[in-house]
C-alpha cells in the first residue's frame, strides 16, 4: 500500500485516490524572474520522483505545474531592465524547460501560465465577493481570514494569532504578519494591468494557483506539492480561497520537500553559493550526477549540497553505467540461471517497497545497489548467461523509469556522454517536421506560422504542447529543428 506524509494531517497516511487508479497532481512551479537554482531543482526533482513512481505504481497521472510570470518579482524584474514583462519572463520560462529536459524532468500534462488565466482568477474572485469573503478596498479586493474559520489548519498557525483587517498588497510575507491578502491589486503606474469586472489592475500571487488548479483538475483533486516554504502563505492562502469560493475540500494530500542548504549554509548571493544548472555545467559537473544527488536523500529531510556529495553521486551513478556496460558485453551462451529471476524480483519488490512507504528513496536504492552487488558475484564466476544478463539490463532499465538518472545509451562505454535530449531516433532533424507523424509535423508548421504573425503566446503554448509528447523544439540560425526528449509523457 503506498503511503506518504500528509502535511494536512501531520502524518503518514495510506494514499487513496478520488477516482480509483487516477492520480491528479498540482505542483507549484517556477516563478519567472530568474534561472532555477539547485534548491528550486531539489523540489521538481522529488516532484518527478514522485509522479514517475505513481505511474510505475499503475496510476494514471494528470499533472500541471503553473508558471507565475505575474507577481511581485517578475514585474520588478522587467521594470528595472525597462522591458515588457513578456519579454523578461519568456527567457526564464525557456530556460526552465530547456533544464527540465536536461534533468530527465517527465513533461507535466499542462503549464498554464498566469498571465493567461485572468478571466478564471477574476470569475474567482467575484465568486467570493459574492459569498462575502471577500471585500473592496481602494481598488483592489482582499480575502478576509476572519470569514474562514478553517485558516491554519495546513500551516498549524492559531487563529488567535491572526489579524483581521489588516491588509497587506505583498505576495509573499512572514509568518509573523499574518492578515489579510490582495486577491486582486488594484492598477498602478508602471505595472502590468488587466481591465476587468474588478476594475484595473492585476492578481495576487494565491489567487492564481487557485483558479488554474481548478480548471485543470477540478474543485478538488487528490495532490498537491511544494517546498515546506510554500506551506505558509502560499498553500494557507490557496486552501482558504479555493474552499470558501466552491464549497468542497481543495486537496486530500499535501505534500512538500524540506530546503536545500550549500556546505550546511543557507542558500545567498552574497555568500556565492546559489549555484544554478548552468553554472554546476560549467564547472564540469554531469546534470543527471546532480539529478542523483536531489533525490537519493528523503524528500521531508534537509538536504545539504556540497561538491563532495556531487563527486559521490557520480560514484554511485558510475556503478550503475559499469554494470549496464558489462552486462551488454555477456558471450557466454548457455542456460539460465534460476538465481537471476529470484534475484530480479527480490529487487523489484525492495525497491517498490521503500518508494510506497512515503517515497523512502534510500530504502529503494539500497535494493537496488544490493541486487547490483550479488549480479556482480554471479558475473564474476561466469553465470550469467547473455540471455540473463538482457533480463537484468532491461530490469535496471525499467527501475530507471522512475530514477531517470542513466543516460539512453547507457550501455556505451564508461565515459561516454550520450547527446542531450536525443534517442533511438538519432539526431536533432534538420528540417521543421521532417519524420514526424503528419499531425505533429503539422502543429510545427501551426507554430512557425504563429511565431511569422506574432502570436508567441499561440507559439509558445504550441511548443509547450509538443514537449508535452516527447517532441522538443530547437529554434536555430539554419532554422526549426526537433528532437525527441529523453522523458516520454507517461
Not at 498554464?112 to 479586493?141: C, N, Q, W
Not at 533511438?424 to 521543421?432: E, K, L, Q, V
Request: hydrophobic share 40%.
Amino acid at each position: 500500500m503506498v503511503r506518504f506524509f500528509n502535511t494536512l494531517g501531520g502524518a503518514v497516511e495510506p494514499f487513496v485516490p478520488i477516482d480509483p487508479g487516477r492520480v491528479k497532481m498540482y505542483t507549484c512551479g517556477p516563478t519567472v524572474y530568474d534561472f532555477p537554482h539547485i534548491g528550486n531543482w531539489r523540489a521538481y526533482v522529488f516532484e518527478d520522483l514522485l509522479k514517475r513512481f505513481l505511474v510505475f505504481s499503475g496510476f494514471r497521472v494528470t499533472h500541471v505545474m503553473n508558471i507565475t510570470d505575474v507577481d511581485d518579482k517578475t514585474i520588478r524584474g522587467a521594470r528595472t531592465l525597462g522591458v515588457p514583462l513578456r519579454d523578461y519572463t519568456l527567457k526564464y520560462i525557456e530556460g526552465f524547460f530547456r533544464d527540465s529536459r536536461t534533468l530527465n524532468l517527465s513533461p507535466a500534462d499542462h503549464y498554464p501560465r498566469a498571465t493567461e488565466h485572468i478571466p478564471e482568477m477574476v470569475g474567482l474572485i467575484e465568486t467570493l465577493l459574492a459569498k462575502d469573503f471577500a471585500y473592496r478596498k481602494d481598488g483592489s479586493v482582499y480575502f478576509s481570514i476572519a470569514k474562514f474559520p478553517g485558516y491554519g489548519r495546513l500551516s498549524k498557525i492559531r487563529l488567535e494569532d491572526l489579524r483581521p483587517g489588516q491588509r497587506s498588497e505583498a505576495d509573499e510575507y512572514e509568518k509573523e504578519s499574518v492578515h489579510d491578502f490582495a486577491l486582486w491589486k488594484g492598477a498602478k503606474e508602471g505595472e502590468p494591468s488587466w481591465e476587468t469586472s474588478l476594475g484595473p489592475g492585476r492578481p495576487g500571487w494565491h489567487i492564481e494557483c487557485s483558479a488554474m488548479s481548478s480548471k485543470y483538475l477540478g474543485p478538488t483533486f487528490d495532490i498537491h506539492c511544494g517546498g515546506v516554504d510554500n506551506i505558509f502563505p502560499h498553500h494557507e492562502n490557496e486552501i482558504a480561497q479555493s474552499e470558501a469560493a466552491n464549497g468542497v475540500k481543495f486537496v486530500n494530500y499535501w505534500l512538500h520537500c524540506h530546503h536545500l542548504v550549500v556546505d550546511g549554509e543557507k542558500m545567498s548571493k552574497s555568500k556565492g553559493n546559489v549555484y544554478t544548472l548552468a553554472e554546476l555545467e560549467a564547472r564540469g559537473a554531469d546534470p543527471l550526477d546532480l539529478r542523483y544527488l536531489l533525490l537519493a536523500s528523503h524528500y521531508r529531510k534537509m538536504l545539504n549540497f556540497t561538491f563532495d556529495a556531487l563527486t559521490q553521486a557520480a560514484t554511485a551513478r558510475r556503478r550503475l553505467l559499469d554494470f549496464l556496460y558489462e552486462l551488454d558485453h555477456v558471450a557466454l551462451e548457455a542456460e539460465p540461471n534460476p538465481e537471476t529471476p529470484r534475484l530480479i524480483a527480490a529487487a523489484r519488490s525492495g525497491f517498490a517497497a521503500g518508494l510506497e512507504d512515503d517515497l523512502n528513496i534510500s530504502e529503494s536504492l539500497a535494493a537496488l545497489f544490493t541486487f547490483v552487488k550479488n549480479v556482480n558475484v554471479l558475473l564474476a564466476d561466469g553465470k550469467i548467461p547473455r540471455a540473463d544478463a538482457g533480463a537484468v539490463s532491461a530490469f535496471v532499465r525499467s527501475l530507471d523509469e522512475v530514477l531517470a538518472i542513466l543516460p539512453p545509451t547507457a550501455g556505451t562505454a564508461p565515459g561516454v556522454r550520450a547527446r542531450e535530449g536525443a534517442d533511438a531516433d538519432g539526431p536533432a532533424s534538420p528540417r521543421a517536421g521532417q519524420g514526424l507523424p503528419e499531425d505533429l509535423a503539422a502543429r510545427i508548421g501551426d507554430r512557425e506560422k504563429a511565431r511569422a504573425e506574432k502570436d508567441y503566446a499561440l507559439a509558445d503554448r504550441i511548443r509547450e504542447e509538443l514537449a508535452a509528447q516527447g517532441i522538443v523544439i530547437e529554434d536555430t540560425k539554419d532554422g526549426v529543428r526537433w528532437k525527441r526528449a529523453r522523458a516520454a509523457k507517461p
